[in-house]
């Protein structure tokens, strides 16, 4: 289910609240987010052992296989940087969740976090995790709510933010599972790349 957006609405008071204009700034610089977590698991204590490393791999599966249901119903939405919403996103994964990708990358993460028993910068990372994407979502929920009004607040009422629940009704929409798996490939690597240097970094440690 979809609808066009009118080019430039006029921002709605939720867009302009404090929090909202934070996360605008961080909405624009998402993509660097996980930079500082990347250098911490580098730099600081870290442990791999087969347990962690295996559970710490099923939760970023997790949170990839969340990401790639909601790439496959938005497809090029979820690349935007501007404020310009084409359509209002409400089946596959977003019928159940309002912020599918925003939650497999806490769950991504905190499989890192896991696999490399980064246990002393864990809570630290995803406080500061949490607070970015709650300022995000803020954000995204005002641009929305400028650009599609009552349509959007129906839908915001009826399905939750961050805790997945089955859909009364599942609205109907196109998926493009083979497109989202294609797109979302960075994730596995990004998983074996940082926890094959956190490796390395051990080795070199204990030699």
């Known amino acids: ?32 987010i996980p930079v500082p977590l990347v250098l911490l698991l580098v730099a600081g204590p870290t442990e791999v052992q087969a347990p962690a490393l295996l559970l710490g791999a099923l939760v970023t599966m997790a949170g990839m296989a969340i990401r790639a249901a909601g ?5 090029t939405s979820t690349r935007r940087r501007s404020r310009a919403v084409a359509r209002l996103i409400t089946h596959g994964a977003f019928a159940w969740v309002r912020n ?13 976090l896991v696999a490399t028993q ?31 009004g ?8 009826s399905v939750p933010r961050w805790v997945p629940r089955r859909p009364a009704r599942p609205a109907s929409g196109a998926r493009d599972w083979r497109s989202a798996w294609h797109k979302e490939w960075h994730s596995a690597a990004a998983f074996v790349v940082i926890t094959a240097a956190i490796i390395l970094k051990e080795l070199a440690l204990q030699g």
Request: with cysteine.
């Open 118 to 148: 980064a246990w002393l910068i864990a809570p630290g990372v995803l406080l500061a995790f949490s607070a970015i994407y709650a300022c995000i979502v803020r954000y995204e929920e005002g641009v929305l709510e400028s650009t599609f």
């Open 100 to 112: 599918p990708l925003y939650l497999g990358n806490l769950l991504l993460w905190t499989g890192v």
């Open 71 to 75: 790439v496959a119903a938005a497809g």
């Open 150 to 157: 009552d349509e959007y607040l129906a839908y915001k009422s």
């Open 1 to 32: 289910m979809s609808r066009s957006a009118t080019d430039g609405p006029p921002p709605c008071a939720a867009e302009c609240a404090l929090r909202a204009r934070i996360g605008s700034v961080l909405f624009r610089h998402r993509s660097w």
